[in-house]
């Protein structure tokens, strides 16, 4: 029953995240926006769907798998850091990349410490999630997916963040 409700609640995040990502995005495109990335984002799309389904499918397939309240707290707070993210940057946050030319890049928040916070708690979540249900393969599996998937996200992001044209 735990993982029902854990499943329903992260599943019901990320519609919410899409919801505000995509109104973010109505607002900045409207604000001249140019986005970037676009032909890599349907397999990130691919890669998050796959791991919901892949923690639904393993917690199915494995008998007596343990909930582990630690972990569970540690995603708490992972919650309250993404808030933080989301918050700090307004309507410039999406789950696609966007840039306003000529506009200076957002420096409070977490991002006075890390260039990339958002996706230090993504690859934080990616391994965390799994785990509060002992679900290793999921947990090793889109670990490794996730890394690669960031790799070719960063550079392209790293770019447009550069780029003020």
């Excluded at 890390?114 to 993504?122: C, D, E, G, S, T």
């Amino acid at each position: 029953m735990i993982f029902l409700f854990f499943i329903s609640f992260l599943v019901l995040q990320r519609l919410l995240e899409l919801v505000v990502a995509r109104r973010n995005a109505k607002w900045l495109l409207q604000n001249g926006a140019v986005e970037y990335g676009r032909s890599h984002y349907p397999y990130i799309v691919a890669l998050h769907t796959a791991f919901i389904i892949s923690l639904i499918a393993e917690y199915l397939l494995r008998k007596g798998t343990s909930f582990h309240e630690s972990l569970f707290v540690v995603w708490v707070v992972l919650i309250a850091l993404k808030i933080w993210v989301i918050s700090s940057l307004g309507k410039y946050w999406n789950t696609r990349i966007y840039r306003i030319p000529g506009i200076a890049l957002v420096n409070r928040g977490p991002y006075r410490f890390l260039k990339h916070p958002n996706y230090v708690i993504v690859v934080a979540e990616i391994a965390l999630i799994p785990m509060i249900f002992g679900l290793w393969y999921t947990a090793i599996a889109f670990s490794a997916l996730n890394a690669a998937m960031l790799a070719v996200r960063i550079r392209v992001e790293n770019r447009a963040l550069t780029c003020d044209n």
